[in-house]
């Protein structure tokens, strides 16, 4: 029997995160819902005191210096989805996720690069008037991942 998520998989991670805290919380839920690996780009974090299942030792964990080193190394085949409060982007609720692909949020007070939104696949946003926090914001993107089935 051929498993329904085979070759299936996600990653996800910060450009530029502004705090360590923001970051556990990501991580330690990307864990949870079955991310592939997590990363950083830009700000570097080693060690999160909210990261209390440790997720950094059980799944890959990647740290790019910068974006262009990020996107010189996603997967091969893999789709960049940015997560974006931006009118070019598509609503979450409407949004098909693909099989593989990277999950790429911002800081909360500066979001993604000019260059991250160019160089994204697809661009996601919530109905929210403000930005939401970086890690609840990750967490719902997973989430939705899990109850809307990925498709090619």
């Not at 789709?79 to 693909?98: Q, S």
Request: aromatic share 12%.
């Amino acid at each position: 029997m051929v498993d329904n998520f085979e070759n299936e998989y996600f990653g996800i991670g910060i450009q530029n995160g502004k705090t360590p805290e923001n970051l556990g919380v990501l991580w330690r839920t990307a864990q949870n819902l079955g991310a592939s690996y997590i990363f950083t780009i830009g700000n570097r974090y080693a060690k999160q005191a909210c990261d209390t299942h440790n997720a950094v030792k059980s799944m890959p964990y990647f740290h790019y210096d910068t974006f262009q080193d990020f996107y010189d190394n996603i997967p091969k085949g893999a789709r960049l989805v940015g997560v974006e409060l931006d009118d070019t982007a598509v609503d979450l609720e409407t949004f098909h996720h693909p099989r593989r692909c990277v999950y790429l949020l911002g800081a909360e007070d500066h979001g993604l690069s000019k260059q991250a939104i160019e160089k994204s696949h697809f661009l996601v946003k919530f109905k929210s008037q403000l930005s939401l926090n970086v890690s609840v914001a990750g967490s719902i993107v997973m989430y939705d991942r899990g109850i809307n089935k990925p498709r090619s």
